[in-house]
């Protein structure tokens, strides 16, 4: 049935990230992905604390790395236009508050997969958004392909999508929410009410 | 038995949907990326939906438990031999797409593999061949189709199978007959070797099903709408095994959409 996508998890994106082993010469853009995914295995997944400390130490770097605004922004589509700065807002945050979860609930779930780099490609037209490409190698069946999309910031790097196996995490979101909103009237505060209830149904 | 299958209201099924809708497969939709990112053709939504949610309730009370349990009753090493023996079995049918893809070198190493495997891996359990440099890859007949030119048509949602469409339902019947073990279960009187297929089928169902689990587990978790989210990223993902290999240095994948479009500078 599904097989071929074991696509999705961002989560289980977040398992997957294992310094490479041997020294190569990254460009600064895969540089970015190495240290974040580096720092995320070393201070929250492979950490010793308890689940609430890696939910917030995760919560501290997902903020720092993703380009919230852009994604909120792209996800939301021609709805985000008319939403009001407030809807806006608290869009970003049900969404920032479910997929910080959702990938916490899969640390547990991390055996040292290793993350190999395969080189870089220019992403869009404006020629300040790269794509970072790797591979996680997976104890058994073929590697999963995942492509990180991150755009130029002021002194560093934004992640702004990820692509799992030719699955964008930002598309299809947009669809998932472009079939709600068209069927609530363009509501976006409904749409941040039905994540908050997803929320809700993670052990605190 | 199995040729019962072959001659079931199934394929006639398949066929008539192929007709129908595979070779009238829409254009390619020219609205603009901006307003409309990749979009599906779902003519048939409402039936979809409707058999999406029979899919996956009996998904919910049947597969998902037998796969959880398998997953928990058996070591990963088991579980990985077993996955090994199964995509060993399928490589006859990778090898024929490969070469009706006309990928040669692909087909070389398929067939290697499968020659190795089978012996010096017993039965496909161990992938010796991975380790001498013979990486596994996927073809199937849907994916043949495409490469040669043959649209996906409509989004369907089929019964018991799951997300497909026209080419890609076709794909699986093809695949079906590309396999030389299903001629030699047809052609066999032996009852062990028709039950082997059976629990060959059952098997490769509940390993496809245990290795989803991390997806559809958050699929069910997170998603306000997971027949969506399931149709994008089926779609999705499918031009990407179909592009695999195929990508001209040019072309542009189809996750490069316009990212800042809205009202950024």
Known sequence: MLLRYRIVLFAFMMLAFMPTSYAMALSPAENFVKELTDKGITEVVEADVSLEEKRKRFHDLFVKAVDLPSIGRFVLGRYWRKASESDRDGFIRSFKDLTVLTWSDRFDEYSGQRLDFLGTQPAGKKGTQVFVKSRVLQSEGEPVEVIWRVKKKDNGFKIIDIVIEGASMTMTYRNEYASVLQNNGGNVAALSDLLDEKTATFTP | ?265
């Open chain 2, 1 to 265: 038995m199995n040729s019962v299958l072959f001659k079931s209201p199934l394929v006639a099924l398949f066929m008539a949907l192929f007709l129908v809708t595979g070779c009238a497969s829409a254009p390619a939709p020219t609205t603009s990326m901006n307003d409309a990112a990749l979009q599906i053709s779902d003519p048939l939504e409402p039936v979809n939906r409707g058999i999406y949610v029979f899919n996956d309730a009996l998904d919910l009370f049947f597969l998902e438990p037998i796969a959880r349990g398998y997953k928990t009753v058996l070591p990963e090493q088991v579980r990985k031999a077993i996955h090994n023996m199964l995509s060993n079995l399928n490589e006859p049918v990778v090898f024929a797409n490969d070469l009706m893809q006309w990928k040669i070198s692909d087909a070389g190493t398929i067939l290697g593999r499968f020659v190795i495997n089978t012996t010096v891996g017993i039965v496909g359990m161990f992938d010796v061949a991975e380790k001498m440099g013979l990486e596994p890859h996927d073809e199937d007949f849907g994916q043949t189709l495409a490469v040669w030119g043959v649209g996906d048509g409509p989004y369907l949602m089929l019964p018991l199978f799951g997300p497909s469409n026209p080419r890609d339902a076709v794909g699986k019947v093809v695949d079906m007959v590309l396999d030389p073990f299903y001629w030699i279960v047809r052609d066999t009187d032996e009852d062990t070797i028709e039950r082997a297929s059976y629990v060959r089928t059952g098997v490769r169902l509940i390993d496809k099903r245990s290795r989803l689990l991390p997806v559809t587990d958050d699929i069910r978790r997170t998603s306000v709408d997971p027949y969506t989210t399931v149709k994008t990223m089926y779609h999705q993902n499918r031009l990407k095994e179909i592009s695999d290999g195929e990508t001209e240095e040019h072309e542009v994948p189809a996750y490069d959409f316009e990212f800042d479009f809205e009202d950024e500078e």
